[in-house]
Structures are given as C-alpha cells and as structure tokens.
C-alpha cells in the first residue's frame, strides 16, 4: 500500500459578494494502515479537501501524491481512491448485491462480494433494496462498496452525521471492521469531537481553511498547539485566562475543586450530563468551568474554591496564540 500526501494545498471561491480562502496551504501525510480524522466546524474547508483529494476540484495550488506519485494528472476515476458521503449514494433502482457488483473494479466476483458484506453485517440484505434499509445499514453497504472498488485510499465525509446514536454506534464498530481489512490510508472528517478522537490515529484540527494542528489525538487534546485549537477542540473546550503575556489554559476536567484555594467565587450555574456535571464558577480571572462528579452536591450562589493542578496547565503567547512549551 502507498502513502497519500497533500502538499500546500490552496483553493480559493469567489462569487459576486465576496472572495473566500476555502484552504490555505494545506499539508497532511498519511501512511498506509493509518486513519487521520479531521475536525472542524461548519465551513472549516473538510468536504473541499476531500474533494480534491478525489480529484473533483482542482486546486489553485499545491498537489496531492499516492506513493510518491503525483495525481494532478489523473481524473477521479483512475486514482484508485474511494469515497463514502454523508448520504450512502447507493443506486436505489439496485439490490445491494447489485450495487456491490457495480462497484467491483475487476467484474463480479460472488465470493468477494459475500466476504466482504459478511464482514460488514450486510449478508442478509444482499436481494433487499436500499429503500428497505435502516441508514446505519445503508451506510455499511456503502462502506463495503467502497471496499469492493479496491482502492489504494479511502475517503470518509461525515458517514454518520445523520444517524441517531444508536446507529452511529453501530457503524462506527464496522469502521473498526473496515480498518482492519483495509491497509491503506483512510482520511475521515468529522464535526463530531469525540468521534474524531475515537477513530482516528492521528487527530487534525481544521479550521478556517488552515491545519491548524496535527499529531496523536491524546497530544492534540490535551496539548493544543495554539489558542484556535485550545478554544475549539473538546466539548466543552479548555479553559483560556489571561495573565498578562501568557494565557493560561486547562481543562475542566483538570479543574480541582477543594476545601480552600486562592482561587474562588460564587457558582454561577450547575449542568448535569449524565455521570458528570459541569460547575461555572465567576473567579477574578474570569469564568471557569470545572468538571466533578453529578452526585456531588453544590448550591447556587455558594462560594468554590478551585485549584489548577500544574502538569495540567498549558501556556500559549496571547500575542500569537502559539503553545509556550
């Protein structure tokens, strides 16, 4: 298997009202056996680097290279590289086993098709159409159809952005299955945090058309390389206060709540989210969210003493935003 590279890649949409920078010199790698998620808000330039990647929009700059092999020259459908939508795109006229055949680079191959569809949860709806699926197992459908094309990359947008939590569940362990069958590079991009950090090897942060931060998710969380990572990364994300030169970050499941501390003031709001509840507490440095258990019992208006834990603090330069290491 080969690895898939984006190197400085720009592009740029202008319409009558006003010019946009959609990506700005974006660069990523992504070797082979390895899923980088990317997440990032709405409009953060996700879907138009996928597409580019897929060879559907020309950029204005940079490349994009499968093995060292650069793909400027090569149309969609010689790059070998597949992609699953937010919507399955299934052929609603065709079985699923239609749809896989269809999908076959090399002819219909029964056995491939029933291996393949066995691994993903599908081998009972081969004669049923997609109509007379759920969405969870229309996507797992489009998932082995992407299998089945024998691609060298693989390219996944939103999958499950439109299934209820259980059926994201369900597809995100065929994602699991996926990934062991397959030993290419796999770029997944996401809005949806947790699921980015869950599925992904390594972590990027998109935002605004600009990588802002790449690397192993643990790192990314929990060492954010600048203060647009920091603010947007996590739900709910770090802490920032301010401290002259430095703004100081943490998490709020870092934030220690004890007996007595400089720090202190009065609980502004209490929510409960499952197991946990989140304290928003106004101290002199500004507000700050903690994290502690829900049966935890605190009043309105008391008064909370908190503590930041050292190892847990991060610093970035409030001039330029970057991490101070």
Not at 21 to 34: F, K, M, N, T, Y
Not at 44 to 57: H, Q
Not at 224 to 242: D, I, K, S
């Amino acid at each position: 298997m080969k690895a898939l590279r984006v190197e400085d890649v720009a592009v740029t949409f202008t319409d009558s009202h006003r010019t946009h920078r959609a990506l700005d010199g974006v660069s990523l790698s992504i070797d082979p056996g390895q899923t980088l998620a990317i997440v990032g808000p709405s409009g953060a330039g996700k879907s138009t680097l996928l597409r580019v990647i897929a060879g559907l929009l020309r950029p204005e700059r940079g490349d994009v290279t499968l093995g060292g092999v650069s793909l400027a020259a090569h149309p969609t459908q010689e790059r070998r590289i597949a992609m699953v939508f937010q919507d399955d795109a299934l052929f609603p006229a065709m079985s699923v086993r239609e749809n896989l055949r269809f999908a076959m680079r090399n002819g219909a191959h029964a056995a491939g098709i029933a291996q393949t569809a066995r691994a993903l949860g599908v081998s009972a709806h081969l004669d049923r159409r997609p109509r007379d699926l759920s969405g969870g197992e229309r996507q797992r459908v489009a998932l082995a159809r992407a299998l089945l094309s024998d691609p060298l990359a693989l390219l996944l947008d939103e999958p499950l952005a439109h299934l209820d939590p259980g059926l994201r569940a369900a597809v995100r362990a065929s994602l699991r299955d996926l990934r062991e069958r397959f030993e290419g590079p796999v770029l997944y991009v996401t809005h949806d945090h947790a699921e980015a950090m869950v599925i992904g090897d390594m972590l990027g942060v998109l935002i605004d058309g600009r990588l802002e931060d790449c690397g192993p998710p643990e790192r990314v969380y929990d060492s954010p390389a600048n203060l647009r990572v920091a603010a947007f990364l996590g739900l709910p994300p770090m802490n920032l206060v301010t401290e002259g030169a430095r703004v100081l970050g943490i998490r709020p499941e870092h934030v220690a709540v004890v007996a007595d501390a400089p720090l202190r003031g009065p609980l502004e709001r209490r929510e409960a989210v499952g197991a946990d509840a989140y304290l928003r507490v106004r101290t002199p440095l500004g507000l700050v969210l903690a994290r502690v258990p829900a049966t935890q019992p605190f009043a309105l208006g008391g008064e909370i003493a908190l503590a930041f834990p050292p190892e847990r603090v991060r610093y970035f330069d409030a001039e330029s935003g970057a991490a101070i290491s």
